[in-house]
């Protein structure tokens, strides 16, 4: 199911993923499909936690690279946002979702929420504390949400959302 809606959305973003299609692409019955997902923002935002946690394995199999703690990120960040530009309707259509106020989506923001402070735990040096570690993840997390809802408004370009990414990183490492 999460496979079809990533298809459906890769064929016309947000707008072309719709309960019933995605229930005939993953030949499944329409009940079974809102049996496991209230909604197609629901839906969607599993999509992307299930991305993530992708991304995650991916960086725990090959640590960040970098000398510095800022180089890490910069690693880190690059390759989850060469991994959302690969395919840009798609992510479009995650974040859109990851939008939505409704509980479910709620519990899949939590989960990424946990995921991506342990992708991004990867890039801190052994002497950074947990207090430092966590206002560092929080503050990155909010910036690069906040970056990719000015990417999904058209607000940012692809070279904008590295170039925003990249300067906040550095800032708050300085």
């Known amino acids: ?18 309960m019933r299609s995605v229930a005939e692409t993953a030949d499944v019955a329409l ?21 993530n946690d992708l ?13 510095t703690t800022a180089a890490r990120f910069d690693d880190v960040l690059s390759r989850a ?25 709620a519990r899949c923001k939590e989960h990424l929420n946990g995921s991506m402070g342990a992708i991004l735990d990867a890039a801190f ?14 503050t990155v997390e909010h910036v690069w949400y906040s970056v990719l809802i000015g990417w999904v408004n058209n607000w940012l370009d692809d070279s904008e959302v590295e170039q925003e990414l990249t300067d906040a990183v550095h800032l708050i490492l300085r």
């Not at 199911?1 to 719709?18: D, F, I, K, S």
């Open 125 to 138: 040096g052994a002497d950074d504390g947990p207090t430092y570690r966590a206002t560092v993840s929080r």
């Open 1 to 18: 199911m999460l496979h079809a809606a990533v298809e459906l959305a890769a064929a016309g973003g947000y707008e072309a993923v719709q």
């Open 31 to 51: 009940g079974t499909l809102y049996n496991y997902f209230s909604s197609k923002d629901h839906l969607l935002a599993a999509a992307l936690v299930s991305w």
């Open 81 to 105: 946002l060469t991994a959302m530009l690969s395919a840009p309707d798609v992510s479009k259509a995650m974040v859109t979702a990851m939008m939505s106020s409704s509980d479910d989506v």
């Open 55 to 67: 991304l995650r394995t991916s960086i725990e199999a090959d640590p960040p690279h970098g000398t």
